[in-house]
């Protein structure tokens, strides 16, 4: 059990992540079909990820703040169709978030927050039952949770459960998915 997160254990997270959305690029195309169903989402999101992991392999964050601001970097220089440039917002107010922080407990609840923030303020027209939907939903739990006093590993499998749940539901947040 960790009861902080370092740049090391930082970027573990994200080469995983990486690994996890390319294993699951077809389902993800599958699941999109907001604006349109266009298919390549998790293609694009894919692609973008990936960009952030060959950076990361590259480097040795000391830093959960500099870790952050690799890949926060790699992933808008990366970032790929509307899924990759809203992942790379939601990383880019990760980062500035963590910023001079040489790791992150809970509080990195608060950074999600402000990750959804940055990400929210890009889109023109943000709607239910999109991505962001389901990472603001997971970054709000995340922050309840860390205020009940959690470690920030329980903070975070909150927030995973919470985007699980959330994906679940999002064919009845928008008209267009129904």
Same mark, same amino acid.
């Given at each position: 059990?960790s009861?902080?997160? !370092?740049?090391? +254990?930082?970027?573990?997270?994200?080469?995983?992540?990486? $690994?996890?959305?390319?294993?699951?690029?077809?389902?993800? @195309?599958?699941? &999109?079909?907001? #604006?349109?169903?266009?298919?390549? %989402?998790? !293609? &694009?999101? *894919?692609?973008?990820?990936?960009?952030? $992991? =060959?950076? +990361?392999?590259?480097?040795?964050?000391?830093?959960?703040?500099?870790?952050?601001?690799?890949?926060?970097?790699?992933?808008?220089?990366?970032?790929?169709? @509307? *899924?990759?440039?809203?992942?790379?917002?939601?990383?880019?107010?990760?980062?500035?978030?963590?910023?001079?922080? /040489? %790791?992150?407990?809970?509080?990195?609840?608060?950074?999600?927050? /402000?990750?959804?923030?940055?990400?929210?303020?890009?889109?023109?027209? #943000?709607?239910?039952? !999109?991505?962001? !939907?389901? *990472?603001?939903?997971?970054?709000?739990?995340?922050?309840?949770?860390?205020? =009940?006093?959690?470690?920030?590993? $329980?903070?975070?499998? $909150?927030?995973i /459960?919470?985007?699980?749940?959330?994906?679940?539901?999002?064919?009845?947040? @928008?008209?267009?998915?129904?």
């Open positions: 059990m009861k902080e997160i !370092t740049g090391a +254990l930082f970027k573990q997270m994200i080469l995983h992540g990486a $690994a996890a959305i390319t294993a699951q690029k077809q389902a993800i @195309n599958d699941l &999109n079909v907001f #604006p349109v169903p266009d298919g390549d %989402t998790g !293609t &694009n999101m *894919s692609m973008t990820i990936a960009t952030a $992991a =060959e950076a +990361l392999r590259k480097a040795a964050p000391a830093s959960v703040g500099q870790a952050s601001s690799v890949t926060a970097s790699a992933l808008l220089q990366g970032a790929r169709g @509307n *899924s990759g440039v809203i992942l790379s917002l939601l990383f880019r107010g990760l980062s500035k978030a963590l910023k001079g922080m /040489e %790791t992150a407990d809970a509080t990195f609840a608060a950074a999600m927050q /402000e990750g959804v923030s940055a990400a929210y303020k890009a889109v023109m027209k #943000p709607a239910e039952g !999109t991505v962001l !939907t389901v *990472s603001r939903l997971a970054a709000k739990r995340a922050v309840d949770t860390a205020a =009940e006093g959690a470690d920030v590993e $329980a903070t975070l499998a $909150a927030a /459960e919470e985007g699980y749940d959330a994906l679940a539901q999002t064919t009845d947040m @928008n008209p267009v998915l129904k």
